[in-house]
C-alpha cells in the first residue's frame, strides 16, 4: 500500500481519486453500481436517510447514528489494517492507494458549514442520492443546490481562507 | 429471512455494511470511499466555466457516477420491495422537541409539513430544501468531503486532517439542531 502524492487539479480537496491504471470497458463501472445499490439499500433500511436520525443524532436522544458511523469507522479501520497486514492487492493485481489527506482550513470552515447543512437537510450527499431514489422527489431541488453550492464554492477558491 | 430485511436494520448491520463498503471499493478498482465529490464532476462535467477547480478530467470519475447511481436504486428498492410497514423509529424526546417546533409528520424518512413541493415556495421550505443543500454542497467541498470521505474513508485511515473536519461537521450540526432548525421551523 503506498500513498498518492497530490499531483494535479483533479486531487486538490478531492477524497475519492480514482487510481487505477488499468483500462476497463464501461460496464466494468456496473461493479460500482451493485456496491451502491447495497450501500442505498442500507440507507434506507436502517433509517439513516431519516430527517429525524439526523435530529435525534444531534439532540443527543438516540445512540443510532452515533452506532452507526462509530461501527463502520471499526470495520472500515481493520479492514484497512488487513490489507495494509498482508499487502492485499486490486483484482487486477494493482497495488492498493490510500490518499493522504492535507490539513486545510477549509476543513473547519467548510466543515462547520456542512454540518449547519446536515441538520437543516437532515443529509449528507449520499442521502440526498436515496432519497431522490426513495420518491421524495423535492430532493431532487435540494440536490441541485448542493450542486450549485459546490460550485460557488469553486468559483470563489481563491478568495477563501484555506 | 424477508420479514427479517423488511424490519428497520440495527445500527451494528448497517454499520458493518458502511464500513466494508471501504475494503471493497478499493479491492474492485482502487477507490477510495467518498460522495461529495459526485457534485464536483458534475461541475466539471456540465457547467465548468472557466473555474480551474473544474478543469481536470472527469471522465476518470465516472465510477463515481455508477456508484451514486447505485445509491439512488438502492433507495428505490428498499422504499418499493423491502419497506417496512410501521411508522419509522424516532425517539419520544426527539419527537415532543420537535412536535413543540411544530412537525406534526412523523411517519416517514423526511416530514411531509416540510420537505414537499408544496413548501418549496414558503420561506421555511426555501431554507430548508435549498439553503440547507447549498450548504451542503459548499461546505463538503470546502472541507474537501463529507460523512463518508471523512468521517468513514478519513478516521478509518487514521488521518488527523479528516478528524479535524469530523469534529467540525459535528459541531456545526449542534449549532444547527439546537438553535437554527427551532428557528426556520418557526418561520
Known sequence: MKNAENTDMR???AVCVNEEQVKHPW???LKYLIVGIVFGITFVKAEIVSWFRIQEMFQLTSFHMYGVIGTAVVVGAISIQIIKRFNIKTLYGEEIVINKKEFNKGQIYGGLMFGIGWAITGACPGPLFAHI???FTVIGVTFLSAVAGTWVYGYLRDKLPH | ????????????VAGIFIGLTVPTLLI???KSFGISSNLRHICAACIPGNVKFFQYDWKKEIWNWFFAAGIVLGGFIAMNFLANPDAIQVADATKSNLREAGVTDFTNLLPADIFSWDSLLSLRGFFFMIVGGFLVGF???YAGGCTSGHAIMGLSTLQWPSLVATICFMIGGFVSAWFIVPFLLGL
Open chain 2, 1 to 12: 429471512m424477508l420479514e427479517l430485511i423488511q424490519q428497520p436494520w440495527p445500527w451494528y
Open chain 1, 133 to 135: 431514489g426513495a420518491g
Open chain 1, 27 to 29: 460496464w466494468d463501472n
Open chain 2, 139 to 141: 461546505g463538503t467541498r
Open chain 2, 28 to 30: 474492485v478498482g482502487n
Open chain 1, 11 to 13: 486531487h486538490t480537496d
